[in-house]
């Protein structure tokens, strides 16, 4: 039986599993992105490198890897823009330590394997259409709705290799600050690190909340999981805090509808769990502005993987760059 193992390194958490040929999830894990500043910038390839090196060790040492399973390579999914003929990081928003670095030559000398890099959200939507809920689907959008929001394309049954960057699309002119270094993305209303700007900043403001009571009655300690659950005990802040985030990501989607004709929007990312928080403003929002001629037959879904699918992800894009997966979802 043929492996591979796939990372998905966030702003947050990087997720580590080792995934067989038709996508069965046989050993996953969760650590902290390591945390590294500009100066510290050569000490990110040791870490990444040592981290994968303790999970490797594990699976041995539970026989995941053994003789009778032949690994295939290593699947990186990450956040930022990616030079794929290189195996580069151009950019990325949320761990800026890795700018420049060229993962795919580290990783494959390192490790003597075939290394695949791309971008976090691609590599969750490519394996939307592999196991997941786009598996019937040739026209479909991606978004990760986590630490930030991620976007990632299949057009006529194959991943768009291109930055699809749908975070960082214009959505209030002169607004927010972002990121990337523009203001008013989308990724700055409808994101994890969004939802908490939100939150504090309304709390700063003298907006009557449970969330003061939380973290100690440390608003700056304020975290999204925080907010959800505060959300589900009926605070109204924290509710009207999700209420915006379907709001903005309509009015995102309804742009995207109208520019890409596609058929579904699937969502997934480490905030799907309040799903039922935005989903009902997100829809309305999305059929008033698109064209009702292309926005009609559209479905929204919910991810069908699990909290590990841009590892998932990055694991099947290396079988099907490397042509052991039989189906056409990406070249
Ligand atoms: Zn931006």
Redesign the pocket.
């Known amino acids: 039986m043929k492996i591979a193992i796939g990372l998905d390194i966030g702003g947050t958490n990087t997720k580590t599993v080792i995934v067989s040929e038709n996508g069965e999830v046989l050993l996953s894990h969760k650590s902290p992105t390591p945390v590294i500043t500009e100066k510290d910038k050569e000490k990110i390839e040791n870490l990444l490198i040592n981290n994968l090196k303790d999970f490797l060790n594990e699976a041995s040492a539970k026989k995941v890897i053994s003789g009778a399973r032949e690994v295939s390579g290593i699947g990186i999914g990450i956040a930022g823009l990616i030079d794929r003929k290189h195996g580069r990081i151009i950019q990325s928003?949320n761990i800026s330590a890795i700018n420049g670095l060229a993962m795919r030559d580290i990783f494959e000398k390192e490790f003597s394997l075939p290394v695949t890099l791309e971008n976090d959200a691609n590599a969750y939507a490519y394996g939307e259409k592999w196991i997941g809920a786009g598996k019937d689907l040739d026209n479909f959008i991606v978004l990760t709705l986590g630490t930030g929001l991620g976007g990632g394309l299949i057009y006529k049954g194959q991943l768009y290799e291109g930055p699809m960057?749908v975070?960082?699309m214009t959505i209030v002119p002169s607004g927010r600050y972002?990121?990337?270094?523009?203001?008013g993305?989308?990724?700055?209303y409808a994101s994890g690190r969004a939802i908490v700007d939100r939150a504090v900043s309304s709390l700063e403001k003298g907006t009557d909340s449970l969330l003061l009571k939380c973290c100690d009655g440390n608003i700056y300690k304020i975290t999204p999981e925080v907010i959800y659950e505060t959300a589900l005990d009926g605070d109204s802040l924290c509710r009207e805090v999700f209420r915006e985030v379907g709001q903005f990501l309509g009015i995102g989607i309804a742009n995207l509808i109208n520019i890409l004709g596609i058929d579904a929007v699937i969502i997934g990312g480490g905030l799907i769990g309040a799903w039922d928080m935005f989903i009902e403003e997100l829809s309305k929002e999305a059929q008033k502005r698109a064209f009702k001629l292309l926005s009609t037959d559209v479905k929204i879904l919910k991810t069908a993987l699990t909290k590990d699918g841009g590892s998932i992800g990055a694991a099947g894009l290396l079988f099907s760059r490397l042509g052991g997966v039989s189906d056409q979802a990406a070249s």
């Open positions: 928003p960057e975070g960082h972002c990121t990337c270094g523009s203001s993305c989308l990724e700055s």
